[in-house]
Structure formats: structure tokens, C-alpha cells
């Protein structure tokens, strides 16, 4: 079942909102857009948008369950698909709202909203971070970083890292074989895409050896890049891998 919990992302957005409030003006909800009265939140109808994930999950996958059926229970595909991951949890499904914050933070410069992003995360993953020795984010390849001069993931990271005192390196894990966008490609393709795109360099494997990584991402699509990321920074050395991101999507 999934419920809205607007204590945490509003302590979030608020904060996001208090620095937007100085780079714009008039305030505009992040989410629609729209001009809101006060730069205090994403918009009514866009807050009772957003659904954030919540128990009960998929042990493993962290997919919602629409019926509680104990702890540590695995979903189907978690059985049939085991990951090279130990848990895998995210904030948010990816609806129309999470969407456009998502889109927001990659391409509208607009960093700050990563704080509120990752409160939500922190939230979703508690006990991922309580595990977890290094944070590092899902690695863009490098011509495309040029492009866009901002990386989603590390920035998210970035913000995980100042709200739950865990060291993050965005140079941890490297992608070294530029990949097409994942969208409208099927899983195999998905697979092959990113099949030896991503890994550890050699001067970073001894920050990596035994570590409990948390990787993270904006959006868990079809999980082919965290897995391919996952099987680089175990075959780098770490020791074990959780994924989160802040929003999935939910088939
Ligand atoms: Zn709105």
C-alpha cells in the first residue's frame, strides 16, 4: 500500500524553498511550475500527488507489496531475478511530480533541490545508510558531464552525505563506455547497453576493499545500470552493495 507522508518532504521542500527564495522570484511550485502565494512548497495538488513508497516491501527489491505479509518477505521477482545488490529502496514511485523533479534537477540547474530529494531518500533508506560505509553515485560518462556540467546522482549523493555524515566519492566508480539513453529499449537491450560500461580505477580500489557501498541514482528504471554498476564495484572489491534512489519506477 502506498501512503503520503508530507512531514519529511516539507521540512525538505521548505528548506529548498528558502534558498530558491532568493534566486527566484516570483516562488513557482517545483513540481507544476505554476506561481504559488508563498515559496513554501510544491503546490496542493501536486503534494497529493507524489506517492512515496512504503511498507510493506519487497525485502530485497524494495518494490511495494499491496498486502503485508511479514518481514523479510521476497517478491517474485526478487526470487527469480536475484540481484547482484543486497537491497535496493527508493523515496518515491515515478509519477507525473517525482518526473518532473527528477527532470528539474538534471536539466534546469537547480542543484539545491537535491537537499530535498535526499531527505526523502533518507527516509526510504534508513537502514541502507546505517550499514553503509561510502556513499558513491552512479558515475555519468564523461562527455556527457561535460555537456550538462552536473551529475544528478552526485549531487544527490552529495546531499546524502551532508545530512547523514557518511563519506561519498563520486570518483569511486567510473563510466567508461558512453551508453544510449535506457529509454525505449527492452530489458535485454537494456542489459546489453550497459553490459562493462562502468569501473572501479585502479587508485581507487583501496578506498573500495570491504566496504559497504551505497549507490545511488535519481531514477530506478528497469535496474539494469545499478546491477551492471553493482557487479563493477564488487568485481572492484567492495565488499557489498545497497541501492538507492529516489524515485522507481513501478510497473
Ligand atoms: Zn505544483
Redesign the pocket.
Known sequence: MLALKRSDISRGIRRFANMAADLVLPPT??????A?GDSDS??????SSVRFIEPPLCAVYGTPFTHDLGEGIVSAEAMADPPPFRRARSAAVYGD?ARRLVHQLKYHDRPYMAEAMATSMRRAGRSLLEEASLIVPVPLYRWRLWERRFNQAAALAASLSRQSGLPTDPLALERVKPTRRQVGLSAAQRQENVRGAFRVPETMRPGIAGSNVLLVDDVYTSGATVKAATRALLRGGAGAVDVLTFARVIP
Do not use: D, F, H, Q
Not at 29 to 34: E, S
Not at 42 to 47: D, G, Y
Open positions: 511550485c517545483p513540481g507544476c511550475g505554476k504559488v510544491l503546490c496542493a495538488r501536486c503534494w511530480v
